[in-house]
């Protein structure tokens, strides 16, 4: 047996034994050890194998699998460039706390600079992006050399984790394979000097972690709002008297405010200040919104943050973009915190009335975010687009507290979003949705090619075509002024026929009307078998700035405080602060 076999059976079997369940692998020469090791763990049951052609699909579908099991998940790829294709994919698992496990074949050391074929300096290839990155040592038949291989094997795993460092995420594990690659051993053999602890125990077993932070003081009933933005952890409870903001992939959006981000933009402008709260809880890292970025800043709230707990999908530490905060600790029990309850009534009766008149046009793209959330099956898996479509989820759908909602907001690129789509699906096993634009869905639309004997999902994504980018209409560069540029730079129009490319993966397509609720709810019904199948829903995207700016007219009128005999007819009340301030 060639050393290079050894060593990456090893590699595998200490995989399985620190709990690793799912793999993706890419085809190539010099990590064909690997690959082969794979293979034979797959047929045996103790892991399951994915394997994909391009590397950036495969480090997406990686970290998906990651993102909805919270277990590591390694990426196999051969040496060369077929590592750097799976940098966004790094990113994204770097700045969402995702444990994404990079095993890269390599050449050994003293080729690199030579002008081997396919040979770069990849050890360290992703800098601080990645949480470690370890080397094994050139594979070779000598005493204790297996040890070493399985103490690095758990150590990348503890890295991934964040068990030890309260910090998870991507680790590379790059392995310097000499040839011969491949022998005709036995699958399942090792030699005696390889062989793992008894009873199939890891090499070196790690403690969970048990986090140690003090809670705040929040006994002060001031009119105080919790912000839970994405990677926020699911808080033991919260004081029914309390309102909430939460983005739609925090477990708290199920009991979030409808127009809680509208209801901001009234208090912060002056139209409705009896809204503005006096203390702002900040769960998790709220990025998707400006309105509540602008309360974050307004140095007449108090800013107390809640500290990540250091477990996969969240990063360390707290979030404080503005350098707002004034504490740092963990949520006090229920019993603890002091309610202003007339504050907190006064919210929800204002979230009430905005709900009401802040209705999305029938064939909008919020339209259909809100059709397709309310259309999907108790229990059910949403991974939603990290651009406009999570947008739309948050202002326009009813939150629900029976689904679950995942999007890639790491670093919130259109990146992959097919691949993280199947993985979180194939990781979920049950039926699992997917709402994405026409762009990001055509920007990894070879995440849709699959081979014949891989592993399949329930998977339905709706793509909301609007033929380009609306995200932009609503931005600065959406304005008049820049409308001569705005087609060609910004909106992207591709005219891309979505049906024959479906068929050419071989994958089912189904049109719905965007104005059809009951077809799009046909069209969602679960299959009941594994497979991708995909809606796709015309919407019109010529009106969205025009939408957004009428919203937020009705939004600031129903926002007024009936009680308030100064508020002039645009809906403003001459200054004044919440209850309590």
């Not at 099991?69 to 590592?83: D, E, L």
């Not at 919260?238 to 909430?244: M, R, T, W």
């Not at 979030?319 to 504050?343: C, I, Q």
């Amino acid at each position: 047996m060639t050393p290079s076999t050894v060593q990456a059976r090893v590699v595998v079997d200490e995989w399985v034994r620190g709990g690793v369940r799912e793999v993706v692998a890419c085809p190539g020469s010099r990590n064909a050890p690997l690959l082969l090791a794979l293979h034979a763990a797959d047929a045996a049951g103790r892991l399951r194998l994915h394997v994909r052609i391009d590397e950036r699909s495969a480090g997406f579908l990686a970290v998906g699998l990651a993102a909805r099991s919270g277990a590591p998940v390694p990426v196999v790829v051969t040496s060369g460039t077929a590592v750097a294709n799976l940098h966004p994919a790094v990113l994204e698992a770097s700045h969402a706390g995702i444990p994404l496990v990079v095993a890269s074949a390599d050449r050994p050391l003293e080729l690199v600079g030579t002008g081997a074929n396919q040979t770069v300096d990849q050890a360290g290839l992703f800098g601080g992006a990645v949480r470690a990155a370890i080397t094994l040592p050139l594979a070779e038949e000598r005493p204790r050399a297996a040890a070493g291989w399985r103490a690095a094997v758990c150590r990348a795993l503890d890295r991934a984790r964040g068990t030890t460092t309260a910090d998870p995420g991507p680790v590379q594990l790059d392995l310097p394979l000499r040839e011969p690659l491949v022998d005709d051993a036995p699958d399942d053999a090792l030699p005696d000097w390889a062989t793992g602890r008894p009873g199939g125990r890891p090499w070196t077993e790690v403690a969970a972690r048990v986090p140690h932070v003090a809670p705040l003081d929040l006994s002060d009933a001031v009119p105080t709002i919790v912000v839970a933005g994405h990677g926020a952890e699911a808080p033991a409870g919260l004081p029914d008297g309390v309102p909430v903001i939460a983005e739609p992939t925090s477990p708290l959006w199920g009991r979030s405010l409808r127009a809680g981000t509208r209801l901001l933009e009234s208090a912060l402008d002056g139209t409705a200040p009896h809204l503005l709260p006096a203390r702002a809880v900040v769960l998790g890292r709220p990025t998707l919104h400006r309105p509540v970025s602008r309360l974050l800043s307004d140095p007449r709230v108090e800013v107390v943050v809640v500290p990540s707990a250091g477990v996969a999908g969240a990063r360390p530490g707290w979030t404080d973009v503005a350098s707002s905060a004034t504490r740092v600790g963990a949520l006090p029990a229920p019993a603890d915190w002091g309610v202003d309850l007339a504050w907190g009534e006064a919210v929800r009766a204002a979230d009430a009335r905005v709900a009401r008149v802040v209705v999305p046009d029938p064939g909008s793209a919020p339209d259909l975010a809100a059709a397709t959330v309310r259309a999907l099956p108790p229990g059910a898996l949403l991974v939603v687009g990290s651009s406009s479509p999570v947008r739309d989820v948050a202002l326009a759908a009813e939150p629900r507290t029976d689904l679950t909602l995942l999007s890639a907001r790491g670093v919130s690129g259109i990146d992959g979003a097919v691949s993280f789509a199947t993985g979180a699906a194939l990781a979920d096993g049950g039926p699992a949705y997917a709402l994405l634009g026409d762009l990001t869905f055509l920007h990894d639309s070879g995440g849709l090619l699959v081979g014949p004997d891989e592993p399949r999902p329930e998977l339905t994504i709706v793509v909301a075509n609007d033929d380009g980018g609306s995200v932009f209409a609503t931005l600065e560069q959406g304005a008049p002024a820049h409308a001569a540029a705005f087609e060609r730079v910004f909106a992207t129009p591709h005219g891309t026929d979505l049906q024959a490319l479906c068929r050419a993966h071989g994958v089912a397509h189904t049109g719905v009307a965007a104005a059809d609720p009951a077809a799009l709810a046909a069209a969602l019904a679960p299959a009941g078998c594994p497979g991708v199948r995909v809606v796709e829903v015309a919407v019109d995207r010529s009106g969205r700035r025009a939408d957004a700016d009428r919203w937020r007219t009705a939004a600031r009128a129903a926002t007024v405080d009936p009680d308030d005999p100064d508020a002039d007819a645009g809906g403003r009340s001459p200054g004044g602060v919440g209850p309590g301030r």
